[in-house]
């Protein structure tokens, strides 16, 4: 009996602490859609309209590298909110280990250029109170069960430029029709940090 109640104690304690490692209270930035703020663009989702090019101040992650030529790779996200990567007119997403395009119904993400930044990170910045950037917040995708996605790219095995979604610890990203992923401590993962807010 004080052995089962051991048991159940530290198995009540255990789900506590995991529960406070994945809480919400990270730093993190929620940007709108299809919002502007005095005439500008500020970390909104805007939607793409198939066949036009990108929106003003869409934000791009270096450059896909083809053997043939080469795209600009920009953050977008699906109806579903799953966080990918937009070349050529077209969304590709990771889920549940396949990679999906879409050429129409997807929103691409837009900031002032002053107003974020590319990190190289290898510490398990998602989880709550690890570690903190001040002035810096992390670009929330959306919710997969209870982990929060962020914006995340890496450069693959082929030296080839990809974002995906932050989730766990992973960048989750697609490329030839199936997902992949790498740990923050590869050193292979890029976070796109938010920093348009200011104190005051």
Known sequence: MIKSTLI??????????????????????????NKRENGKEDCVWSDYIGGKQMPPWAVSYNTENGEYNSETVYICRDSGNVLGRAVKGVCYVPWYG????????????????????????????????????????????????????????????????????????????GAGGREWNYHLSSGRVEVLYYTGYHAG
């Not at 530290?10 to 209270?25: E, G, K, Q, W």
């Not at 002032?112 to 990170?121: A, M, S």
């Open 98 to 173: 396949r990679e999906y395009a879409h050429s129409s119904n997807f929103q691409v993400l837009t900031m002032d250029p002053n107003n974020y930044e590319w990190r190289v990170e290898t510490l398990r910045i998602d989880i709550d109170g690890n570690i903190k950037r001040p002035g810096k917040y992390l670009v929330k995708g959306s919710q997969e069960g209870s982990y929060p996605t962020y914006v995340c790219g890496v450069r693959d095995g082929h030296n080839i430029f990809r974002t995906g979604k932050l989730v766990n610890g992973h960048c989750w990203y």
């Open 8 to 33: 159940t104690l530290l198995l009540s304690s255990s789900a506590l602490l995991s529960m406070h490692a994945f809480s919400s209270t990270i730093e993190f930035a929620e940007c709108g859609e």
